[in-house]
């Protein structure tokens, strides 16, 4: 049983298209964390939500605490966004996902 | 420093041996993280530091890896008797109190031959 689940898992876009990385989880979390992971490896934080909406350049993170889901939005996608999109809550303790890999083509 | 660090970058070790790894989060930051990513996995908890609190040791798969966290800094983790399926990417991180975001460091590259 995973506690998050992504989807998609995998996704292709062509530049400038306006992408959308779903987020859902199983339980009751105080906050919940969306990563990005670059092919060097490299992980770094994007947004920490507990409640609505943040913004952040061209990305976007929401979260529906009722409905236990979250979504990132990447809007004018550019080849510099692909990368491992990490959807992460802490119950006991942290859970991720299992990743989106986001391609994005010239 | 500007964020965080980990060492060694990578390691090579033969089945059984012990290793340790280190991690230097960002300066002031009261909560460390250590997490673990195996080829082709995701991310995995290990352990969780807070201040001065008794750490959060939910994630450690085994007695065989422990970790500590020096004078509320730096942090060692520790594996035991190392086996092949301890070879990963052990990454750490840390956060302030005021904004739990994470920083993370590059990670150290574990390979158990």
């Known amino acids: 049983k995973n506690e998050v689940e992504q989807s998609p898992q995998n996704l292709t876009a062509q530049e400038g298209e306006f992408i959308t990385i779903n987020c859902s989880y199983s339980?009751?979390?105080?906050?919940l964390h969306w990563l990005q992971q670059h092919p060097g490896g490299g992980i770094v934080s994007l947004f920490m939500?507990?409640?609505g909406k943040k913004k952040h350049g061209r990305l976007i993170a929401t979260i529906n605490i009722q409905e236990k889901h979250s979504s990132l939005h990447i809007t004018a996608s550019h080849p510099r966004d692909s990368a491992v999109y990490i959807c992460?809550?802490?119950?006991?303790?942290?859970?991720f996902g299992t990743g989106t890999s986001l391609t994005v083509i010239p | 420093g500007a964020g965080v660090s980990q060492s060694p970058s990578n390691k090579v070790t033969e089945k059984g041996k012990d290793v340790e790894l280190r991690c230097d989060p960002i300066?002031?930051?009261?909560?460390l993280y250590w997490y673990r990513q195996s080829l082709g996995q995701g991310l995995e908890f290990l352990i969780y530091?807070?201040?001065?609190?008794?750490?959060?040791k939910s994630g450690l798969p085994s007695d065989r890896f422990s970790a500590e966290r020096t004078g509320g800094s730096v942090s060692t983790l520790t594996i035991q008797r190392t086996q092949q399926e301890d070879s990963a990417v052990y990454l750490c991180?840390?956060?302030?109190?005021?904004?739990?975001?994470?920083?993370f460091g590059p990670g150290t590259r574990l390979t158990v031959l």
């Open positions: 339980v009751g979390i105080s906050a």
């Open positions: 992460a809550v802490r119950i006991s303790q942290f859970y």
């Open positions: 991180a840390s956060s302030s109190s005021r904004s739990n975001e994470q920083f």
């Open positions: 939500l507990s409640s």
């Open positions: 530091f807070q201040g001065n609190s008794a750490p959060d």
């Open positions: 300066s002031g930051h009261t909560a």
